[in-house]
């Protein structure tokens, strides 16, 4: 342990320690992204995940520019005034750049934007109706804001048929003060992903929570029912890594035995799918592949169903 000013600062184990991003592939996406001027939370937030993912040719596309309005403490993304801009060819530049990256499963997120009237939904959903159009095939993950809450920013999302929405609580009830913006709240983030199964009960929801700020074990456990008592179907654990001197500072590094412990708590719950480790983030490939199987797996099952007999 080491200390800069009145602060400690606790040594990262040796269990969070990950390659530099390296690789043919990584540098051909890194690349495009750059030249279409695309921007990735894969960058914007230092995800420590982004060499394992680029390199395996996936990337998590985020809308909207690089600037957020709001500024929670967790967060690497710069915070400020977009002032109401946004660029208009954006969803065409994300499906094409989808198309050169041949992917069959994708995940889209965005910075906050509550300059806009409608907090960006419309331009989210053009987003996706834009990428299905260029390829039916492909499954898309949104990771959206919370849109302060209103339903028709929720409804215009859904309605343009993403295959999973995900909204993430980030952490327990108490500890949402001091790691999020003040506009973001526990309740209301339960609300969206509450939201987003009454408007269409057979969408899969999904949510993250950080580890390592300060929760206890009663209050992941109540995370965990009130997640499962609307109904959220898929949930990802991860390791909080301070990213400045100015973010919120590590109080525990969990190990990687307490993720396991917590996958199985969660799958006893009745979760779909649990992906649990100190390095796994909410975009985490072991996710995306899990979802693109169910998903897969769904489909061919209401093909059958729908076939005649013969």
Same mark, same amino acid.
Request: aromatic residues 6%; contains cysteine.
């Given at each position: 342990m !080491? @200390? @800069?000013? !009145?602060?400690?600062?606790?040594?990262?184990?040796?269990? +969070?320690?990950?390659?530099?991003?390296?690789?043919?592939?990584?540098?051909?996406?890194?690349? #495009?992204?750059g030249d279409l001027k695309l921007a990735t939370v894969c960058q914007e937030a230092r995800c420590p995940n982004m060499a394992e993912c680029w390199g395996g040719g996936t990337a998590t596309i985020m +809308?909207?520019? =690089?600037?957020? @309005?709001?500024?929670?403490?967790f967060c690497h993304v710069k915070t400020g005034s977009p002032k109401g801009q946004l660029d208009p060819l954006e969803p065409e530049k994300v499906a094409h750049s989808i198309a050169q990256m041949q992917l069959e499963y994708i995940?889209?997120? !965005?910075?906050?934007?509550?300059?806009?009237?409608?907090?960006? !939904?419309?331009? &989210?959903?053009?987003?996706?109706? @834009?990428?299905?159009? +260029?390829?039916?095939?492909?499954l898309i993950e949104i990771l959206t804001p919370d849109f302060r809450g209103v339903v028709e920013c929720i409804e215009t999302i859904v309605d343009a048929k993403p295959d999973v929405f995900a909204h993430n609580v980030e952490t327990v009830?108490?500890?949402? *003060?001091?790691?999020?913006?003040?506009?973001?709240?526990?309740?209301?983030?339960? &609300?969206?992903? =509450?939201?987003? *199964? *009454?408007?269409?009960?057979? #969408?899969?929801?999904?949510?993250?929570?950080?580890?390592? +700020?300060g929760e206890t074990d009663d209050e992941i456990l109540q995370t965990l029912k009130d997640l499962r008592a609307i109904d959220c179907d898929v949930i990802t654990f991860g390791q909080y890594l301070q990213p400045t001197q100015r973010h919120l500072k590590v109080e525990e590094f969990v190990k990687p035995e307490k993720f396991q412990h917590w996958q199985k708590v969660s799958e006893d719950l009745g979760f779909l799918y649990v992906a649990s480790g100190p390095l796994v983030r909410s975009s985490y490939r072991a996710g995306e592949f899990f979802m693109k199987g169910l998903l897969q797996k769904k489909a061919a099952v209401a093909l059958e169903v729908n076939q005649p007999v013969v």
């Open positions: !080491s @200390t @800069t000013g !009145s602060q400690k600062i606790l040594r990262k184990p040796d269990w +969070l320690k990950v390659k530099a991003p390296a690789g043919e592939n990584y540098q051909r996406i890194k690349n #495009m992204l +809308l909207m520019g =690089d600037v957020c @309005t709001r500024g929670c403490k995940v889209i997120t !965005s910075v906050d934007r509550d300059d806009l009237p409608d907090q960006g !939904s419309f331009h &989210f959903a053009r987003t996706i109706r @834009t990428i299905k159009k +260029l390829d039916q095939h492909v009830e108490r500890l949402q *003060k001091k790691v999020r913006d003040p506009r973001a709240n526990y309740q209301q983030s339960l &609300f969206v992903l =509450d939201a987003v *199964k *009454k408007i269409n009960p057979i #969408m899969h929801t999904k949510t993250s929570l950080m580890l390592g +700020l």
